[in-house]
């Protein structure tokens, strides 16, 4: 748990994904990998779908995005 001005705790795991947002990044990131695997990308540009990618699978799959926490922000219902 992590503290927050004003004493509020705040545990970083949390979701803060809709599934409508996990469901696009999940589809994102299939075309990404498509893109790097299946289009002979190479150099760069490769190493780059694959990456960008993998993160938003691995954030999809997670339900959390680390870029929404410093924001306050989240695409989930609370």
Known sequence: MTAR???K????MIGNMGSADRIVRAAIAV????LAFGTGLAGAAFWLALVVGGIFLLTAA???C???RPFG????RR
């Open 9 to 12: 705790e705040v545990n970083p």
């Open 73 to 76: 922000t989240g695409t989930c």
């Open 5 to 7: 001005p004003g004493g």
């Open 66 to 68: 680390p870029l929404y």
């Open 31 to 34: 075309a990404l990998v498509w």
């Open 62 to 64: 997670l339900g959390t």
